[in-house]
């Protein structure tokens, strides 16, 4: 079974630019979450997304915005770019039935620089 | 509201030797509590999870984490290391409350010296 998987890999923007990342969950899980990775912040949580719906949210700007479509393929775009924004941005999936016990298995993320 | 704490930023150990990676949590309720690896440029690969049940947890690659409810503590362990366990270990933890969200740890790097 393929895994996560995230695209594009890398990218490099420039301030006040917008930028949308795509995740492809594993085949049957309904349940995808982003995550931030910074050196500074460590992993942080910004939405989760179950059967098309945001069933939970980090405390990101409204900057961060994301959405999943009917076959739970996930989309996240970031608005005005700022160079804090610069992470590596994780996807993870699951089934997404089994709530707070479920494991989730992670996609190699999409590094994004902001200059 | 939900934490975890990985008090050591990095873990330094033999090969062969005994490792463990300390994590504590605090959560509302009973906890579910997992264990990440990431290796350079990858995303977490899952290790473990306690969700209810014997409190010795036996994962991947020879990991094994011990649930402490009185302690709060969740610490990973490997009774040898392999320099190939190098990597960044996450502990995480999901609870009752405040969503279906998980916390992650800050992360502790792990060194194992040839």
């Known amino acids: 079974k393929a895994g996560v998987t995230q695209t594009p890999r890398y990218l490099i923007k420039t301030r006040g630019q917008q930028v949308t990342l795509s995740c492809s969950p594993i085949s049957g899980h309904r349940s995808v979450s982003w995550y931030q990775q910074t050196p500074g912040q460590g992993l942080q949580f910004l939405f989760e997304?179950?059967?098309?719906?945001?069933?939970n949210k980090g405390n990101f700007p409204g900057r961060f915005s994301g959405r999943q479509f009917s076959n739970s393929r996930s989309e996240m775009n970031v608005s005005t770019l700022e160079l804090g924004d610069s992470a590596l941005y994780l996807c993870?999936?699951?089934f997404g039935a089994g709530g707070f016990q479920e494991t989730q298995y992670f996609g190699p993320g999409t590094r994004l620089l902001v200059l | 509201a939900q934490s975890v704490a990985q008090p050591e930023d990095q873990v330094n150990v033999a090969e062969g030797n005994p490792l463990t990676v300390k994590c504590t949590y605090s959560v509302s309720g009973n906890p579910y509590l997992f264990w990440y690896v990431q290796y350079p440029n990858r995303g977490l690969q899952f290790l473990l999870k306690y969700i209810t049940g014997d409190n010795l947890v036996k994962g991947s690659y020879g990991f094994e984490a011990e649930f402490n409810k009185s302690q709060t503590s969740f610490h990973l362990k490997k009774p040898s290391a392999l320099v190939s366990d190098s990597a960044l270990y996450f502990c995480a933890v999901s609870g009752q409350t405040g969503g279906f969200k998980t916390i992650f740890g800050a992360g502790t790097r792990l060194f194992v010296k040839a």
């Open positions: 997304y179950f059967s098309e719906t945001q069933r």
């Open positions: 993870a999936s699951s």
